[in-house]
């Protein structure tokens, strides 16, 4: 009986060894065989099962695949476990991909940790006909509240002025400016999403902006990296179910409050992105195919609050921590503040193109700090040929951003903070083309206009009010960012003591 089972077993771990061998044999026969077959992009030779995992940094990806693009060129692939990727790098190639073949690179690939948060609704992680209403209706209703007017302007000083009495209540101490400047933002986007702002002492908003900073912080983690190429991993513990954790919470909080603007809701008085949401709705009732349904506008107000909340946030804690780095380049910024605007009237818009020196640096700024380098990743909507490489339709493409606004043939000193880089021989102000913070194209970030006039009315106010400084007996900056699912300064502290005052 025991020579049967050891027998019965040792067939079974035969068969079993068997089996796998056979796999790994099918996925480099087959797998690795039929891209070559297909002209599909050279790249790195991949191991069976993990890819070319073993190959990259997870915690800076973009950094990797900047590096791979020197060796394999500006279209190459690599495998992310067993997910194929096609990463596009440089100037060139990323304009060729997302100007000149806009639609055939419009869609969203799948991703496992997106499908979870967004569930293919919403504006950001949407593709096809959902994606085309979403947006036309988002960007029309933010066009109605003010965004691209003068309108928008004055909502947006009015709350950089609350973020200078919040500043000056520090009194010239050290402090954290992650929170204050996510609320400064998110407030703007507030304004228009809810028709109203809340107070930075706010509890459900201090628990909403928490939660998504730290979402934002586990997105660029390893194990969700990990997580996107393995799903079937989802029952281990890490930061993949940390971040479903706190979307959840978000989504509650979000809920909550769409919950009571629909029992506040005046047609009479329509006052905000929630309000037009629920007409629209009301609207499109009697339509069974619609997309007007409680999904999207939960998803669509996320992606609003957390693009107000996060990414203009952080571009300006970026432009903070830098002029502390760079008092010099702090001075020259304040010098202008002073000759074109003075110390008592607020700035404007108008002001920028007599401020052709603060423009350049909020523009370097942007490009230094690249805050989403790689971009958020495409589809490939059809089959297509694609400067001499054939891409399936379907194909997961990265846009790498970092390889745009660090392209060598592009800027003069791409790894220095030069704000040279947008100044001619006479220092008037120019534009670059290879400046896609943004990314660029029919996907390019809706609120681009909007994050515009943030970062400057926000930035001309705190340089005019404030000499930002680093704390006494405080360290040499390091400008390394933060790993996360954008990249931000290392946590720091600088004192704001009153523009023109000794410290």
Same mark, same amino acid.
């Given at each position: 009986?025991?020579?049967?089972?050891?027998?019965?077993?040792?067939?079974?771990?035969?068969?079993?060894?068997? =089996?796998?061998?056979?796999?790994?044999?099918?996925?480099?026969?087959?797998?690795?065989?039929?891209?070559?077959?297909?002209?599909?992009?050279?790249?790195?030779?991949?191991?069976?099962?993990?890819?070319?995992?073993?190959?990259?940094?997870?915690?800076?990806?973009?950094?990797?695949? !900047?590096?791979?693009?020197?060796?394999?060129?500006?279209?190459?692939?690599?495998?992310?476990?067993?997910?194929?990727?096609?990463?596009?790098?440089?100037?060139?190639?990323?304009?060729?991909?997302?100007?000149?073949?806009?639609?055939?690179?419009?869609?969203?690939?799948?991703?496992?940790?997106?499908?979870?948060?967004?569930?293919?609704?919403?504006?950001?992680?949407?593709?096809?006909?959902?994606?085309?209403?979403?947006?036309?209706?988002?960007?029309?209703?933010?066009?109605?509240?003010?965004?691209?007017?003068?309108?928008?302007?004055?909502?947006?000083?009015?709350?950089?002025?609350?973020?200078?009495?919040?500043? @000056?209540?520090?009194?010239?101490?050290?402090?954290?400016?992650?929170?204050?400047?996510?609320?400064?933002?998110?407030?703007?986007?507030?304004?228009? !999403? $809810?028709?109203?702002?809340?107070?930075?002492?706010?509890?459900?908003?201090?628990?909403?902006?928490?939660?998504?900073?730290?979402?934002?912080?586990?997105?660029?983690?390893?194990?969700?990296?990990?997580?996107?190429?393995?799903? $079937?991993? @989802?029952?281990?513990?890490?930061?993949?179910?940390?971040?479903?954790?706190? $979307?959840?919470?978000?989504?509650?909080?979000?809920?909550?409050?769409?919950? +009571?603007?629909?029992?506040?809701?005046?047609?009479?008085?329509?006052?905000?992105?929630?309000?037009?949401?629920?007409?629209? #709705?009301?609207?499109?009732?009697?339509?069974?195919?619609?997309?007007?349904?409680?999904?999207?506008?939960?998803?669509? +107000?996320?992606?609003?609050?957390?693009?107000?909340?996060?990414?203009?946030?952080?571009?300006?804690?970026?432009?903070?921590?830098?002029?502390?780095?760079?008092?010099?380049?702090?001075?020259?910024?304040?010098?202008?503040?002073?000759?074109?605007?003075?110390?008592?009237?607020?700035? =404007?818009?108008?002001?920028?193109?007599?401020?052709?020196? +603060?423009?350049?640096?909020?523009?370097?700024? #942007?490009?230094?700090?690249?805050?989403?380098?790689?971009?958020?990743?495409?589809?490939?909507?059809?089959?297509?040929?694609?400067?001499?490489?054939?891409?399936?339709?379907?194909?997961?493409?990265?846009?790498?951003?970092?390889?745009?606004?660090?392209?060598?043939?592009?800027?003069?000193?791409?790894?220095?903070?030069?704000?040279?880089? $947008?100044?001619?021989?006479?220092?008037?102000?120019?534009?670059?083309?290879?400046?896609?913070?943004? =990314?660029?194209?029919?996907?390019?970030?809706?609120?681009? +206009?909007?994050?515009?006039?943030?970062?400057?009315?926000?930035?001309?106010?705190?340089?005019?009010?404030?000499?930002?400084?680093?704390?006494?007996?405080?360290?040499?900056?390091?400008?390394?960012?933060?790993?996360?699912?954008?990249?931000?300064?290392?946590?720091? #502290?600088?004192?704001?003591?009153?523009? #023109?005052?000794?410290?």
């Amino acid at each position: 009986m025991a020579v049967v089972d050891l027998f019965s077993s040792s067939l079974v771990t035969t068969l079993l060894a068997s =089996s796998l061998v056979g796999i790994l044999l099918v996925y480099l026969l087959i797998g690795l065989g039929s891209s070559s077959q297909l002209n599909y992009p050279p790249g790195p030779r991949p191991l069976p099962i993990i890819g070319n995992l073993h190959q990259l940094d997870l915690k800076r990806l973009y950094k990797s695949l !900047v590096e791979l693009s020197e060796k394999y060129g500006t279209v190459y692939s690599v495998r992310l476990g067993p997910e194929k990727v096609v990463v596009l790098a440089g100037y060139q190639t990323v304009r060729n991909a997302l100007i000149n073949h806009a639609d055939e690179f419009l869609g969203r690939p799948d991703v496992p940790i997106m499908n979870i948060l967004k569930e293919g609704s919403g504006v950001v992680w949407s593709n096809g006909e959902a994606w085309k209403q979403m947006r036309r209706f988002m960007l029309s209703t933010l066009r109605d509240f003010g965004m691209g007017k003068r309108s928008i302007e004055e909502k947006i000083l009015e709350e950089a002025g609350f973020l200078v009495e919040k500043i @000056r209540s520090y009194k010239a101490q050290p402090f954290n400016t992650d929170i204050i400047t996510n609320f400064a933002t998110a407030n703007v986007i507030c304004s228009i !999403v $809810f028709g109203e702002r809340f107070d930075y002492e706010d509890e459900a908003f201090l628990n909403i902006g928490n939660l998504v900073h730290e979402s934002f912080r586990l997105l660029g983690s390893p194990m969700v990296q990990v997580y996107n190429a393995y799903p $079937f991993l @989802r029952f281990l513990p890490g930061s993949h179910k940390e971040i479903c954790t706190h $979307f959840k919470k978000l989504k509650t909080c979000l809920e909550d409050i769409i919950k +009571t603007k629909h029992q506040e809701l005046n047609e009479n008085d329509i006052r905000s992105f929630i309000d037009t949401y629920f007409v629209k #709705q009301q609207e499109e009732s009697g339509n069974p195919d619609t997309y007007f349904h409680e999904k999207n506008l939960l998803i669509t +107000t996320s992606d609003l609050f957390i693009a107000g909340m996060g990414t203009a946030a952080t571009t300006i804690r970026w432009a903070m921590f830098i002029m502390m780095k760079y008092p010099d380049i702090q001075r020259k910024v304040q010098e202008e503040i002073d000759q074109v605007i003075g110390s008592e009237r607020s700035p =404007s818009m108008e002001d920028r193109k007599h401020m052709p020196y +603060t423009d350049a640096v909020i523009h370097e700024v #942007q490009r230094f700090a690249n805050i989403a380098p790689l971009g958020i990743p495409r589809s490939t909507t059809v089959d297509l040929n694609f400067q001499g490489y054939f891409l399936p339709k379907g194909t997961y493409v990265i846009p790498l951003l970092a390889s745009v606004l660090y392209d060598k043939s592009q800027w003069e000193t791409p790894d220095k903070f030069n704000p040279g880089h $947008f100044l001619d021989a006479a220092g008037k102000f120019v534009k670059r083309d290879a400046f896609i913070p943004f =990314s660029t194209g029919r996907r390019v970030c809706p609120g681009e +206009t909007l994050a515009k006039v943030e970062l400057f009315l926000f930035f001309v106010t705190l340089l005019q009010k404030f000499d930002l400084r680093i704390p006494p007996g405080g360290t040499e900056l390091d400008l390394t960012p933060l790993v996360g699912g954008i990249l931000s300064p290392k946590p720091h #502290q600088l004192c704001a003591v009153p523009h #023109q005052q000794p410290c």
